[in-house]
Each structure stands twice: as C-alpha cells, then as structure tokens.
C-alpha cells in the first residue's frame, strides 16, 4: 500500500508539469544546449510524463514502476543533454529512444543478477546504478575508481563486483549481425498506442524512413521488407529472399550490411542502435 502510495503521489505530482509546445520546446532546447539551467530543468519537468508512459509498457518485467520511472527518468535527462532542435524532429521522438535503453538496460540487468545471492544483487545493483549516473554526468564510462570515489568505497572491491558484472554480462547474447530482430514496439503494436503514442511514433517512422534512404537500394529494400516499412508487411529472411530472388543467406548478409551502416548513421547523431532494434 505505501509503495501504491508513493507511485500515486508522484503520478500526482507530475501531472502540474505544463507540456511545451514546438516552439517552446526549441526555445528551451537552445537554452539548455548552452547551459541554462533553469531551461535544462523545464525541459526534464515537461517530459516526465512521456517517462510515465513508456515504463508502464515495462510492468512486470521484474522492476517496480517506481524503479523503471528512475532508471527512465535518467534516460530523459540524457535526452536532454545531447539534443538537438536543429536537426529536424521532435524531442519526444529522441527522448522515447533513450528512456527506453536506460529501461531495457536496467530490466536486462535485474533479470541477469537475479540468480546470485540477494546481497550480492543489492550490492551489484548500487554499483551500476552509480556508474550509469556517473557516465552521463562526465560523458564516459567511469572507472573502478571513480565509481569508488563516488560511494566512498574501496577500489578493489568496486573493481571486484565490476568483474563479477562482465563474467554475467558475457552469457547475454549483445545485438548483432547475425540476430534477428523486432523493430520499435510502435511498429508492431500499434493497435495498443493512444493518440499521444501515435503522434510520437509517426515521427519516429519518418525518421526511421529518412535514414532508411541514406541506404543502398538493396539494404533498403531488405530491411523494409524485414521489418515491415515502407508499405511492407514484416517477413521472414526465407519470404523475403523468394519476393527478391536471393538466398536466405543473401538476405541476411544484406541485413547485417543494412543494420551496420544504420549504426553508424546513428551514432553520428548520439543515437544507439539497439533503442530501435530489440530482442
């Protein structure tokens, strides 16, 4: 009941927080891109909403609501750090990518750990949280030492809980190449979205079909295919190389070229790749 308490009061809370309009949100933007931060604060107030809205979607996937409101609440103020009005799209469009990585990272996370000893867990979990705050404070990944400076902790045993993290970290399966994907949960679930949700996805589409024409003709035509764009419906690597007239392993390597050069595509921008490819 407190912990129902709680959420209620913040959803409550929240909800006092004014959207901004386009022209507000660029006004803002620039602000906050030179360091205003009273503008960087407005612009974190505006979106805690859409922070709200995307963790509900993560329920029950091992983490409170509470839980997945900060792990995407760090998210957002990632967001607001790195964007950029001038580059042509909303800012719930960019903020929805890196709320949902923070989300996904953490959930990954907790699912991976939760087979160690309770107090090891808890320690972990302090641990990463520290270094995922510490990265987007100083703009790299901390070190053992920083991390330990920050907790007030000893080196060697940061150091220790780090290894234990990448021994666990290397059992996961990373994105790559070879895998295959689902895009965005817009894409394949949008007879669950609201209005809102729809306005936000269809700028995504547009992005994500502006940069699927910074392709070749054939790794557009491919990825289009395979993941249901461009007036395609989804299809396997089998369907797609029969409509094309490639093997199946064809396909898939120009899948694997496709994706690569959206990565970096991406990247340029301050995006990941995996905010729209998941597992």
Same mark, same amino acid.
């Given at each position: ?48 909403? !859409? ?11 091992? !983490? ?131 209005? @809102? ?51 199946? @392993? ?8 496709? !994706? ?20």
């Amino acid at each position: 009941q407190r912990v129902l308490d709680a959420t209620q009061l913040y959803l409550g809370e929240i909800g006092y927080s004014p959207l901004l309009t386009a022209e507000e949100e660029v006004y803002f933007a620039r602000r906050a891109l030179r360091g205003d931060v009273a503008s960087r604060r407005r612009m974190i107030e505006s979106n805690l909403r !859409l922070v709200v809205k995307i963790a509900r979607r993560y329920g029950n996937r091992g !983490l409170a609501l509470l839980d997945l409101i900060e792990e995407g609440n760090l998210g957002l103020i990632r967001a607001v750090e790195k964007f950029d009005p001038e580059r042509g799209f909303r800012f719930s469009t960019y903020a929805t990518w890196w709320i949902r990585q923070t989300i996904e990272r953490a959930i990954m996370n907790q699912t991976r750990t939760i087979r160690l000893p309770i107090h090891i867990v808890k320690e972990l979990n302090v641990y990463l949280r520290t270094a995922r705050e510490l990265s987007h404070k100083l703009d790299h990944e901390p070190s053992a030492e920083e991390i330990a400076e920050q907790l007030d902790k000893p080196v060697d045993d940061v150091s220790r809980m780090l290894r234990l993290n990448e021994r666990i970290t290397s059992v996961d399966t990373p994105l790559g190449g070879d895998s295959e994907k689902a895009l965005l949960d817009i894409l394949a679930d949008e007879k669950e979205n609201g209005p @809102e949700d729809t306005t936000q996805d269809d700028d995504m589409k547009q992005s994500i079909v502006k940069w699927l024409f910074e392709l070749n003709a054939k790794q557009r035509e491919v990825l289009a295919r395979r993941f249901g764009l461009l007036g395609y419906e989804a299809a396997t690597l089998e369907d797609v190389g029969r409509e094309i007239g490639l093997t199946r @392993e064809r396909v898939r390597q120009i899948q694997v070229e496709g !994706l690569r050069r959206l990565r970096e595509i991406l990247q340029t921008q301050g995006l990941n790749i995996e905010a729209l490819f998941r597992e």
